[in-house]
């Protein structure tokens, strides 16, 4: 081959070959980490704060008296969720968290929660409650968690954050005790008329619930859980453009 048909060649293997693909802006390279984390962090924090006030500035007790405190002590789960929700997962996956924050939530779990249970289930009053009362919001917490670092949906974090709370609020637990458990003793079965344990319904009702009051209750909450987690997002801006359509014109501005 001469050395002009070399030259006619090479361009057409090299030359002419098409340029490796430019890097997708947002893609796997993560961006600063303190812009990339601004909101986890920050609503951590908030989170870290607040759960330090309700933990061990407010008493640890049954009875919720007022309703103003009863949502302020849902206020650290949820910065939480904002926290979790907003967590990048292109810095997660360099840090490497997956390996990480899985199990060391399982570890807070096993090696705080189940000896504390322990040790205050032997003691009288309302710290077994208040312990358990406290543990499922970090297992809801870790669940989504473990969701948004294998890749879930920000917004899905939100809703499944939002459903299971309302879901643990419902009552279905008190439910569940009057009927899983074999009672024998008068107190609890039949199913007691009024419920003069659920602080949570009374706190809205104003009174404790009947029966019937509390099914209701259970059955409302439930259905707020499902309509979070499957109701679609442009449904639910649908319905507020309506009901606000100066809202929305503001929004579109």
């Not at 990048?88 to 779990?109: H, S, T």
């Not at 294998?150 to 879901?167: D, E, F, Q």
Request: glycine letters at 8%; a positive charge.
């Amino acid at each position: 081959m001469s050395s002009a048909e070399k030259t006619r060649v090479e361009p057409a293997s090299g030359g002419d070959a098409p340029p490796p693909p430019k890097p997708v802006p947002g893609g796997d390279s993560p961006g600063p980490f303190l812009r990339a984390n601004r909101v986890t962090l920050v609503a951590g924090v908030v989170a870290a704060v607040l759960g330090a006030i309700v933990w061990f500035a407010l008493p640890h007790e049954h009875d919720i008296t007022s309703l103003w405190m009863f949502l302020f002590k849902l206020t650290p789960f949820v910065a939480a969720s904002v926290a979790v929700a907003y967590l990048d997962q292109a810095w997660a996956r360099r840090l490497r968290l997956p390996e990480i924050a899985v199990p060391a939530c399982f570890l807070v779990f096993f090696c705080f929660f189940v000896p504390r249970i322990f040790f205050v289930a032997k003691k009288p009053g309302f710290e077994l409650y208040y312990t358990v009362l406290t543990e499922v919001p970090f297992i809801i917490l870790a669940l989504a968690l473990a969701y948004r670092l294998g890749g879930g949906k920000r917004g899905t974090t939100l809703r499944l954050c939002g459903a299971m709370m309302l879901l643990q609020l419902s009552g279905l637990e008190d439910l569940a005790y009057l009927t899983v458990n074999h009672h024998t003793d008068p107190a609890w079965t039949p199913i007691p008329k009024v419920w003069k344990w659920a602080d949570h319904m009374k706190v809205f009702l104003g009174h404790y619930p009947t029966k019937g009051e509390a099914y209701a209750f259970i059955t409302v909450h439930v259905i707020l859980a499902l309509a979070v987690l499957f109701v679609p997002a442009r449904t639910v801006r649908a319905a507020w453009a309506k009901v606000r359509p100066g809202a929305a014109r503001g929004g579109a501005s």
